[in-house]
T-cell receptor, first 114, second 111 residues
Framework: DAGVIQSPRHEVTEMGQEVTLRCKPI?????LFWYRQTMMRGLELLIY????????DSGMPEDRFSAKMPNASFSTLKIQPSEPRDSAVYFC????????????FGSGTRLTVV | TQLLEQSPQFLSIQEGENLTVYCNSS?????LQWYRQEPGEGPVLLVT?????EVKKLKRLTFQFGDARKDSSLHITAAQPGDTGLYLC???????????FGSGTRLLVRP
């Protein structure tokens, strides 16, 4: 199993540009999570999908952020327009059967908005 | 305010030393997980503890869940440079899907 795959690994973009982060969860996992990690705030849950349906997006900071999961093997997190304060490492994680079995995280996308 | 407070925030020790990191909360959790994160990578699950008072061992790592299920500790015996990383505890409340992560303990083991 290749694990959770995220792309790109690094993204540098100018303020105001659209950014799209991608995630391929582990096959068979029915839950997908997007997290953001910064030194100041640690790991923050942005959105949670179960069986491709968004269940909780209360962690999405602003309307500039949106996430989709068109099928069980693919999800995107989009920021439009991006701002310097969005700079962080964004992680995708997947699991089967909820949180009690633990999450498998991807390697993350380091986003820098200049 | 962090729901799960970890201490210490930073720890730098010599290879061969023992150490304990703590994860504390005023809330009760149905289970608690420990992850280790290395630079440039995502967190990797080490263990899940479910029962109050439970102790689990993973080679040189010993994990304990508090009797009241509000706190946990991780003890490393004879630390090695390969133990270097960010240690995160994460709690699950009731039947929630949400993992609530602590602030992390950054460990450096010097050779």
């Amino acid at each position: 199993d290749a694990g959770v795959i995220q792309s790109p690994r690094h993204e540098v973009t100018e303020m105001g540009q659209e950014v799209t982060l991608r995630c391929k969860p582990i096959s068979g996992h029915n839950s997908l999570f997007w997290y953001r990690q910064t030194m100041m705030r640690g790991l923050e849950l942005l959105i949670y999908f179960n069986n491709n349906v968004p269940i909780d997006d209360s962690g999405m900071p602003e309307d500039r952020f949106s996430a989709k999961m068109p099928n069980a093997s693919f999800s995107t997190l989009k920021i439009q327009p991006s701002e310097p304060r969005d700079s962080a490492v964004y992680f995708c994680a997947s699991s089967f059967g909820g949180s009690s079995r633990g999450y498998t995280f991807g390697s993350g996308t380091r986003l820098t908005v200049v | 305010t962090q729901l799960l407070e970890q201490s210490p925030q930073f720890l730098s020790i010599q290879e061969g030393e023992n150490l304990t990191v703590y994860c504390n909360s005023s809330s009760v959790f149905s289970s608690l997980q420990w992850y280790r994160q290395e630079p440039g990578e995502g967190p990797v699950l080490l263990v899940t503890v479910v029962t109050g008072g439970e102790v689990k061992k993973l080679k040189r790592l010993t994990f304990q869940f508090g009797d009241a299920r509000k706190d946990s500790s991780l003890h490393i015996t004879a630390a090695q440079p390969g133990d270097t990383g960010l240690y995160l505890c994460a709690g699950v409340k009731d039947s929630s899907y949400k993992l609530i992560f602590g602030s992390g303990t950054r460990l450096l083991v010097r050779p």
